[in-house]
């Protein structure tokens, strides 16, 4: 036997079988590079086998989890102090005492310190918590992530509007080709980001003719966490009749086969030709 281990992938190597494994987090901001925090969930995972004098001679499966993205609570402290100004708070801590007398009423101000025996203006975590419940229902900061795209990037990771990394990732392009009549906010790349998947995967030989490679892929898909709110991550009012309210569940597969056939050529060689059958389906089972 066998083992190596690099940066989150495994190889085992046996008599009979070998194995590949492989741990991986997207991420697309310091809290995705935290492999061990609670608010960092979304991961990939992979196993491929691969069998030594078998017909079956490899199988895999891989599961795909982006729907966490940090959780639901908005990225930053943003919202309308007592005089209706429109208050951005970066980074959730203001050391200035006038500032939020100055932005918020003063009864609520000091019966804050009272109850937590501290002033917002000496405690960072005081501070945090009481941004937290004015404006995040007390949720973490930091949350719903955009993969594949940012603040300062809108069209993300696209070519011709089509995704360049995950193709479960659902570009305005593809969504448009099963909600046509939808009506999207065209906020950000990618309409839907958020999946739960999983692929499994077989390949084989059949006597000395054919070789055959089949793959299924499950998926459920929940969207984004910034385009189910009216005017995206920093808005807790929810879309009318948002698309992906409901989970859409997808079905993909694939079957391809080879036929090899031999010939006798001059020289009495024996040349093997290849005829390839391939049927890619793409099934929506719910809108």
Same mark, same amino acid.
């Given at each position: 036997?066998?083992?190596?281990?690099?940066?989150?992938?495994?190889?085992?190597?046996?008599?009979?079988?070998?194995?590949?494994?492989?741990?991986?987090?997207?991420?697309?901001?310091?809290?995705?590079?935290?492999?061990?925090?609670?608010?960092?969930?979304?991961?990939?995972?992979?196993?491929?086998?691969?069998?030594?004098?078998?017909?079956?001679?490899?199988?895999?499966?891989?599961?795909?989890?982006?729907?966490?993205?940090?959780?639901?609570?908005?990225?930053?402290?943003?919202?309308?102090?007592?005089?209706?100004?429109?208050?951005?708070?970066?980074?959730?801590?203001?050391?200035?005492?006038?500032?939020?007398?100055?932005?918020?009423?003063?009864?609520?101000?000091?019966?804050?310190?009272? /109850?937590?025996?501290?002033?917002?203006?000496?405690?960072?975590?005081?501070?945090?918590?009481?941004?937290?419940?004015?404006?995040?229902?007390?949720?973490?900061?930091?949350?719903?992530?955009?993969?594949?795209?940012?603040?300062?990037?809108?069209?993300?990771?696209?070519?011709?509007?089509?995704?360049?990394?995950?193709?479960?990732?659902?570009?305005?392009?593809?969504?448009?080709?099963? /909600?046509?009549?939808?009506?999207?906010?065209?906020?950000? /790349?990618?309409?839907?980001?958020?999946?739960? /998947?999983?692929?499994?995967?077989?390949?084989?030989?059949?006597?000395?003719?054919?070789?055959?490679?089949?793959?299924?892929?499950?998926?459920?898909?929940?969207?984004?966490?910034?385009?189910?709110?009216?005017?995206?991550?920093?808005?807790?009012?929810?879309?009318?009749?948002?698309?992906?309210?409901?989970?859409?569940?997808?079905?993909?597969?694939?079957?391809?086969?080879?036929?090899?056939?031999?010939?006798?050529?001059?020289?009495?060689?024996?040349?093997?030709?290849?005829?390839?059958?391939?049927?890619?389906?793409?099934?929506?089972?719910?809108?």
């Amino acid at each position: 036997m066998q083992l190596e281990l690099i940066k989150g992938f495994g190889i085992l190597d046996f008599d009979k079988w070998s194995a590949y494994l492989s741990y991986k987090r997207p991420f697309s901001d310091g809290i995705g590079k935290r492999y061990f925090s609670n608010r960092s969930r979304d991961l990939y995972l992979s196993a491929i086998i691969a069998l030594k004098d078998k017909p079956i001679k490899r199988f895999s499966i891989e599961c795909m989890r982006t729907d966490y993205q940090c959780g639901n609570g908005m990225p930053d402290p943003v919202g309308y102090d007592k005089n209706g100004e429109y208050v951005v708070v970066f980074p959730p801590y203001i050391r200035d005492k006038d500032w939020y007398y100055t932005h918020f009423d003063a009864e609520q101000i000091d019966s804050w310190n009272e /109850a937590h025996n501290s002033f917002l203006w000496e405690d960072s975590e005081s501070s945090y918590d009481f941004f937290s419940s004015w404006c995040n229902y007390g949720l973490d900061f930091g949350g719903r992530v955009l993969y594949a795209t940012n603040g300062f990037y809108q069209q993300g990771w696209t070519v011709n509007g089509l995704c360049m990394q995950s193709p479960l990732f659902h570009s305005q392009k593809t969504v448009e080709l099963y /909600a046509p009549n939808y009506s999207w906010q065209r906020l950000y /790349a990618y309409p839907n980001t958020r999946v739960i /998947a999983f692929t499994f995967a077989a390949e084989a030989s059949i006597g000395s003719y054919f070789d055959v490679l089949c793959k299924i892929t499950l998926s459920n898909n929940t969207g984004t966490r910034g385009e189910r709110y009216v005017g995206g991550q920093y808005s807790w009012e929810k879309m009318d009749n948002y698309y992906f309210s409901s989970k859409k569940f997808e079905f993909y597969s694939l079957l391809d086969v080879k036929y090899k056939y031999s010939q006798k050529l001059i020289r009495s060689h024996n040349c093997y030709r290849f005829r390839r059958f391939i049927l890619i389906n793409r099934h929506k089972t719910n809108n």
